[in-house]
């Protein structure tokens, strides 16, 4: 599923190369318990359409809670949302559809969906951003189990 999961977000980026608006990285951290215990990083790609937005994004986490059975993944979604902007800063809330490589103890199935809000501060010019946000994972219980997963982190866009 790791390699499926690459191959989808290199075609991706190559379908992307030219596109208008921001491609972002992201450094993602557990939101629950100890931070380092889950942590993990998503490239990914961002484009207005007018009211909405729509946002790609491919990853992986590490998961080194110890948990028995809890497991790394690596993961594909993509979501839409609102990002309203006053100046310089910037909100958003996304929701959308994942794909995850390696269901466990915690996200049971492969098919799960994700929410996210974020803040932020973008130089209007450049097209540049820098924010932080918060990201919920799970199958709304169409998978058991369904503790879902928490990130938190910071996100950087350019444009491209």
């Known amino acids: 599923?790791?390699?499926?999961?690459?191959?989808?977000?290199?075609?991706?980026?190559?379908?992307?190369?030219?596109?208008?608006?921001?491609?972002?990285l992201k450094?993602?951290?557990?939101?629950?318990?100890?931070?380092?215990?889950?942590?993990?990083?998503?490239?990914?790609h961002q484009k207005d359409l007018s009211i909405f937005e729509t946002r790609y994004e491919g990853g992986f986490w590490i998961d080194n809670t110890n948990k028995e059975g809890a497991?790394?993944?690596?993961?594909?979604?993509?979501?839409?949302?609102i990002e309203p902007?006053?100046?310089?800063?910037?909100?958003?809330?996304?929701?959308?559809i994942a794909a995850i490589s390696s269901p466990d103890e915690v996200l049971g199935g492969p098919l799960q969906f994700t929410e996210e809000v974020g803040i932020g501060i973008r130089d209007q010019e450049k097209k540049t951003a820098v924010g932080v946000f918060?990201?919920?994972?799970?199958?709304?219980?169409?998978?058991?189990?369904?503790?879902?997963?928490?990130f938190i982190g910071v996100q950087v866009m350019i444009p491209w």
Do not use: T, W
Request: glycine share 12%; net charge positive; hydrophobic share 45%.
């Open 1 to 24: 599923m790791f390699r499926i999961s690459l191959l989808i977000f290199l075609m991706f980026c190559s379908i992307n190369a030219f596109a208008e608006e921001g491609y972002f």
């Open 27 to 44: 450094y993602i951290v557990s939101a629950k318990g100890n931070p380092s215990s889950q942590k993990g990083i998503a490239l990914g």
């Open 71 to 81: 497991k790394s993944s690596a993961y594909f979604s993509g979501s839409i949302g």
């Open 85 to 96: 902007s006053a100046g310089a800063f910037y909100a958003n809330l996304f929701q959308g």
């Open 134 to 150: 918060y990201k919920h994972l799970s199958s709304a219980g169409i998978f058991m189990p369904n503790l879902g997963r928490d």
